[in-house]
DNA sequence: GTGGAACACCTTTTT
DNA sequence: GGTGTTCCAC
């Protein structure tokens, strides 16, 4: 870290990596397959143009998708240069254009103490204009009314524009209405943090002239995940220099649903014909196999850049497929892969495992969960989303900017204050009337004969309470001791610890989360204002905060895309759930671009690996409540056949016939033959002979309904005391309502005990859910 | 005005 | 199966 480097060691990087960086003015387009050595490639890039040409890094702008990358470039700048480059401009795109927006408000046209409504604001937003306009509902949802509105301002279409296109006015009407609110509260969503940049940029010569001077170089990362007016502002500032390098992989395009277009980097030299191509196609990352498997699947499809992925790196073992009996069996799969590469010297955190759904995530947590491996789910609800966190950054927001309806609207009754619906009803009502945010409704609602004078009353309470935050703000000027002050008045706090339960206990620990994280804010940024805590808070993801752990990581393959682990098994390959139903169903013309997208996601999910691939489908599936039955993806078939090697589950052919795998006895599960030769040899690793595997309890109904987590996964042996390891009086943890102590052991299957949990409840659970505290 | 029960929903989600 | 939303009884 403290190394200080004055002379770039050029030797680490291979021939075309080093054309990238040293390629001084004009357009660059580079492809970068998987594990090419992006990242390495373009922060030698920017190293490159400040040391070596003596471009101030000031004048430089690297563009990314996401935080985490952002930091990691300055990281990895910091150790490459000298002084480190503190004033290089890195961020994302939102980040980057909230920071302009800001610094060039007037000229944008925007309030400079702006709120961003992030999608849940958004859709709130959207939900009570739909209601007003007595839009219906089942034509109408928010969501179909929010993605058209974000796609308009994705491809850099203004809602004058849109309007005047012929399509379905009550859309247009609810766009217009949109517009205006968000004006009214002092407001942007996400997409406008961009839009408004372009569509100010387009009118406004002199901003043009001004954000064209700010930068000599521009760098952007993840090209293939850009949209129409990104595209177009990369290229509004570029167009003086034109010094815009863009790096990218087609292959590796898997936001085509947010607005992105992979075109944008595919025809790049359309654009800037005089644009420089350079293919980083050396893999670093996986072995010969793996790499082998993802060229077979990606080369399918149609439109992309030709190349090929190669690697120098070892042949490593054979891609392996299991054929699950159900998802537990696949999850029981993974168990067993995880504590094998444990065994072989593997940490709990180089092993990954990568699905399509979030809601395939919980039969796997469940099987960690008792065989007690440490695991982290990587995104699902985002910390920042939870309603706890988000009451609280909306007193802030409303602190911030009182017209901020949204926010307004969700804290003036909560905690409760007796504020209710009709309160509430009325004052939108007025507020509309009158053209102006709820909060200058709320002034005169005091004495607005509508309001009762209980809810008059009510009201004046919570004006009071706004009122005396505002005066706190003003004089403390520091989120923390703000935020502090928020849950001291609203008494959120005491209300939450009054309601005893653990899903309380959950709340106030996010709380304290939170403050955590402000506190944290304070001590890293300069000035720590209110207005930046908030900026930041709504531009961060749940990806961002992640602290690294040894566990076992479980994620979607969207969220595995730029990491990379040792062991990856990619459960679920399974038509109509990757590729998922939405995207392989139907005889629209879009579906050879949804398949492949899929095809594309499949990809990244394969070359996360580093020296092991596993890949799974179950023949069976619980999904939402019901039972499904489940052919094989098509993405095996795919791959040539003697690239992977198959195992089949034991459940499977058990029922039907006397061996271990009914090798092509069953035509709807046959659909890859199995060699004679390696299918006993697979078997090697079957459930047969699994020594190192946790002992499978002989179920009287293989393949049959199983009776219960508890009794698939506990291995009763070595629990010698029964009910796994359990006893009157021990002190245990359950995920979901807390720590607690053992009452009692009951009898039964799955094993349960009787549980006190701190705070009151007393509960029958399942054994296997408990852990020791 | 509140809280619980019934109901509808459900892909992925860089910001 | 889990969650967010709506509606109805108190």
Same mark, same amino acid.
């Given at each position: 870290?403290? !190394? ?27 492809? *970068? ?8 490639? /373009?922060? &030698? ?37 000298? &002084?480190?480059?503190? =004033? ?12 302009? @927006? ?89 997409? +406008? ?16 002239? +001004? ?25 509004? /500032?570029?167009?003086?220099? #034109? ?27 359309? %654009? ?11 893999? &670093? ?81 469940? *099987? ?40 307004? @609207? ?31 409704? @709320? ?28 005066? !706190? ?55 720590? $204002? ?13 990806? =961002? ?10 994620? $979607? ?44 996601? *499949? ?47 034991? &459940? ?8 271990? %795998? ?17 299918? #006993? ?49 021990? %002190?245990?943890? %359950? ?39």
């Amino acid at each position: 870290m403290s !190394k200080v480097r004055v002379v770039l060691d050029y030797s680490v990087l291979n021939k075309p990596q080093r054309a990238a960086v040293e390629h001084h003015d004009g357009p660059l387009v580079i492809f *970068a397959g998987a594990g090419s050595g992006k990242t390495l490639a /373009i922060t &030698y890039r920017i190293a490159h143009l400040v040391q070596a040409c003596g471009v101030p890094a000031r004048r430089i702008l690297a563009v990314t998708f996401t935080n985490k990358a952002a930091k990691e470039m300055r990281e990895r700048l910091d150790r490459l240069l000298p &002084y480190g480059a503190p =004033d290089l401009w890195v961020g994302t795109f939102h980040a980057t254009c909230a920071k302009l @927006l800001r610094r060039f408000s007037e000229a944008c046209g925007v309030r400079k103490g702006f709120v961003i409504y992030d999608e849940l604001d958004q859709r709130a937003l959207i939900a009570r204009i739909a209601r007003d306009l007595d839009a219906d509902e089942k034509v109408y949802p928010p969501k179909r009314l929010a993605w058209m509105i974000n796609r308009a301002k994705q491809e850099g279409i203004s809602c004058e524009e849109f309007v005047a296109k012929k399509g379905e006015p009550m859309i247009a009407r609810v766009y217009t209405e949109y517009e205006q609110r968000l004006a009214q509260a002092g407001a942007l969503d996400f997409d +406008d943090l961009i839009y408004r940049l372009v569509a100010a940029l387009r009118t406004n010569p002199t901003l043009r002239h +001004d954000l064209q001077q700010c930068w000599d170089h521009v760098l952007v990362d993840e090209f293939q995940d850009t949209n129409a007016v990104q595209f177009q502002l990369v290229r509004d /500032i570029c167009q003086g220099h #034109r010094n815009l390098c863009v790096v990218g992989d087609d292959d590796q395009s898997i936001y085509r649903w947010r607005g992105a277009d992979y075109r944008n980097i595919l025809d790049f030299q359309r %654009h800037f014909s005089d644009a420089k191509l350079i293919k980083l196609e050396q893999n &670093y990352r996986s072995t010969k196999r793996i790499i082998s498997v993802a060229n077979a699947l990606v080369g399918r499809n149609i439109e992309r850049q030709k190349k090929r992925l190669w690697t120098d790196n070892e042949e490593g073992q054979s891609v392996t497929l299991y054929c699950c009996a159900d998802g537990r069996d696949e999850a029981l799969r993974f168990v067993n892969l995880v504590l094998e590469a444990l065994a072989q010297g593997s940490k709990r955190s180089e092993v990954a495992l990568l699905y399509r759904t979030h809601a395939q995530s919980r039969v796997f947590e469940e *099987a960690l969960r008792a065989a007690n491996l440490p695991y982290r789910v990587v995104g699902g609800i985002r910390f920042y989303d939870r309603a706890e966190v988000k009451d609280l950054l909306a007193y802030l927001r409303v602190l911030q900017n009182p017209d901020d309806d949204v926010s307004l @609207l969700r804290i003036i009754n909560t905690p409760t204050r007796g504020i209710g619906k009709t309160t509430i009803d009325r004052l939108l009502e007025a507020a509309a009337r009158a053209g102006q945010s709820v909060w200058n409704t @709320l002034g005169q609602a005091e004495s607005d004969p509508a309001h009762g004078a209980a809810a008059q009353k009510k009201l004046a309470g919570f004006l009071e309470l706004i009122a005396g935050l505002q005066q !706190k703000a003003a004089a403390l000027a520091k989120p923390a001791a703000l935020i502090e002050s928020v849950l001291e008045q609203t008494e959120y706090v005491e209300l939450l610890r009054a309601e005893n339960t653990a899903e309380a206990d959950a709340k106030l620990e996010n709380i304290r989360e939170l403050v955590g994280s402000v506190r944290e804010f304070e001590r890293t940024t300069e000035p720590p $204002t209110l207005e930046s805590f908030l900026e930041t808070v709504t531009l961060q993801t749940d990806q =961002d905060r992640m602290q690294e752990q040894d566990a076992v990581a479980l994620m $979607t393959v969207h969220a595995a895309k730029g990491l990379e682990f040792p062991t990856v098994m990619v459960a679920g390959l399974e038509e109509g759930l990757f590729p998922h139903i939405r995207n392989s169903g139907g005889l629209e013309e879009r579906d050879d671009k949804a398949i492949e997208e899929e095809r594309r996601l *499949a990809y990244v999910a394969f070359t996360r690996a580093k020296r092991q691939l596993f890949l799974s489908h179950a023949r069976q599936r619980y999904l939402y409540g019901d039972e499904l039955s489940c052919v094989p993806s098509r993405f095996l078939d795919e791959i040539p056949s003697d690239e992977l090697k198959i195992v089949k589950s034991a &459940y499977l052919s058990a029922p039907r016939s006397n061996g271990y %795998h009914g090798e092509g006895g069953e035509e709807d599960f046959a659909y890859r033959r199995v060699s004679s030769t390696g299918g #006993r040899d697979r078997l090697a690793h079957g459930y047969g002979s699994g020594r190192a595997q946790p002992r499978q309890r002989p179920s009287a109904s293989p393949g049959g309904t199983p009776t219960g987590i508890g009794d698939s996964y506990v291995d009763r042996s070595e629990s010698s005391e029964g009910s796994g390891g359990m006893r009157p009086g021990a %002190h245990v943890s %359950h995920p979901k309502f807390g720590v607690g102590q053992v009452k009692e052991i009951l009898a039964g299957d799955p094993p349960r005990v009787l549980v006190k949990f701190s705070g009151g409840p007393v509960k029958t659970v399942i054994t296997s859910f408990l852990k020791p505290a």
